[in-house]
């Protein structure tokens, strides 16, 4: 089997309803859906999900990188957005991906300083674009608050 090729392992799960999607609309619960997927040692899932920021910062968003904050509860807000597959794409800046475990799970987005930023979802993306799905799916949006506020 080659890169990409489904297995038939992954979950093809039916879509979240509004309820399941009401539950991710915290920041804690966006930081252990974030964890489940990139724990690295016993880190706390606050932890992860400032490690994946700020090394996306550091990666993608150079003109960002300096100092950011560290996110918290207390300055972001959570939002549950639907986004089109296609706009979520460019946000994901890889070619090729593994394979998702799950496709059912929303997408994680940061948004900083105005920008976008995709912290989990990019290998559901990179799924969804090779096989042409057009759709909608929802996203966690975690908006850090001005600094100004």
């Not at 990139?38 to 700020?54: A, I, K, S, Y």
């Not at 296609?86 to 300083?113: C, F, G, M, N, T």
């Not at 057009?134 to 996203?139: F, I, K, R, V, Y």
Request: charged share 30%; hydrophobic share 35%.
């Amino acid at each position: 089997m080659t890169d990409g090729e489904d297995d038939g392992s992954r979950a093809k799960t039916a879509p979240m309803s509004a309820q399941e999607e009401a539950s991710y609309e915290t920041f804690e619960a966006v930081c252990l859906l974030v964890q489940a997927g990139h724990q690295v040692g016993n880190r706390t899932p606050e932890h992860t999900f400032n490690r994946l920021f700020r090394k996306h910062l550091d990666r993608l968003k150079k003109h960002l990188a300096a100092d950011p904050p560290w996110l918290s509860s207390e300055n972001t807000i959570v939002t549950m957005e639907r986004w089109e597959k296609p706009a979520l794409r460019e946000l994901a800046p890889r070619d090729e991906s593994r394979i998702p475990r799950r496709e059912d799970l929303p997408v994680v987005i940061i948004r900083y300083r105005g920008e976008d930023c995709l912290i989990d979802g990019g290998s559901r993306i990179h799924a969804w674009h090779k096989a042409g799905d057009t759709g909608n799916h929802p996203a966690c949006v975690v908006t850090v608050k001005s600094e100004q506020a």
